[in-house]
């Protein structure tokens, strides 16, 4: 018995989806497990106590440690969830159900375009001007996981041609 071939796009696709589900769940998992490193970032991120201190920004900040932790955990919820969602979508690719796999790595990837982009580039960069900061700046790092992510999501949504619907 001979098996068809798979489509070269869906095996990328596939392995996009599953690496970024590694880099998330990784991430997640060392959040989780060494918990005080990036607690402090997100701390420092809010409060702007590295910022210029500029009086017309200043009053953005949040220097409530409960609200801060608040907003780490639920970061943390928001990657774990986010990398079940995209191994649930490799899983998919690797069963060849193709339009599940590709709904379900959609909405893993779209997670992580949402967390990191309007999250920590546009909430964290601007609202809390972490651009100022020489110490608590993760905007280059936001951006490789947003491109990580973006790039992984347009190989996801291309057509695969023939037989796509069949899980090629």
Do not use: C
Request: net charge neutral; no cysteine; aromatic share 12%.
């Amino acid at each position: 018995m001979t098996t068809t071939p798979r489509n070269p796009l869906t095996i990328t696709a596939a392995l996009l989806t599953a690496s970024v589900a590694l880099y998330i769940a990784l991430v997640a998992f060392g959040n989780i497990t060494d918990f005080g490193t990036n607690q402090a970032f997100v701390q420092h991120v809010l409060a702007m106590d590295t910022t210029f201190k500029d009086d017309d920004l200043m009053w953005r900040a949040i220097t409530n440690k409960g609200l801060q932790n608040t907003a780490y955990v639920l970061i943390i919820v928001w990657e774990t969830l986010a990398a079940l969602v995209l191994i649930y979508g490799t899983w998919l690719w690797i069963r060849r159900d193709v339009a599940r796999a590709r709904s379900v790595s959609t909405y893993g990837l779209l997670m992580l375009l949402l967390l990191f982009g309007a999250g920590f580039i546009a909430i964290g960069g601007e609202w809390f001007s972490m651009w100022q900061s020489k110490t608590w700046n993760g905007l280059d790092a936001a951006l490789r996981v947003f491109v990580f992510a973006g790039v992984a999501l347009l190989v996801v949504q291309l057509p695969f041609g023939r037989g796509e619907s069949a899980g090629d």
